[in-house]
Nanobody, 121 residues
Framework: VQLVESGGGLVQPGGSLTLSCACS????????MSWARQVPGKGVEWVSG???????YYADSVKGRFTIARDNAKETVYLQMNMLKAEDTAYYYC????????????????WGKGTLVTVSS
């Protein structure tokens, strides 16, 4: 199983970024996927999740600003992040669950190594 995040970087407050997570080694189309983030020295925060059938969920802190999507043909999950704030600065990780309808942190079977998003002027 491999999950490889990309797309992180430095962006100004109010700006946008799109993260990608390229997946392999498992049946992507039947897996639930999630994004989580962590500020160094702090706990992991669940950000968003998507069922195998496309139903999406968001943390209150990102609702209305972030959009999760999946492309089963490309075996990739995305996180479109708009109206970024300084408090969105963190390492972002994608995770997969063999349970097609469970997106919680404790339900993830594998995680990627993360990509850093820095929101600063």
């Amino acid at each position: 199983v491999q999950l490889v995040e990309s797309g992180g970087g430095l962006v100004q407050p109010g700006g946008s970024l799109t993260l990608s997570c390229a997946c392999s080694g498992f049946t992507f189309s039947s897996s639930a996927m999630s994004w989580a983030r962590q500020v160094p020295g702090k706990g992991v925060e669940w950000v968003s999740g998507i069922h195998s059938d496309g139903i999406t969920y968001y943390a209150d802190s990102v609702k209305g600003r972030f959009t999760i999507a999946r492309d089963n043909a490309k075996e990739t999950v995305y996180l479109q992040m708009n109206m970024l704030k300084a408090e969105d600065t963190a390492y972002y990780y994608c995770g997969m669950s063999r349970d097609s309808h469970y997106v919680g942190l404790d339900g993830m079977d594998y995680w990627g190594k993360g990509t850093l998003v820095t929101v600063s002027s």
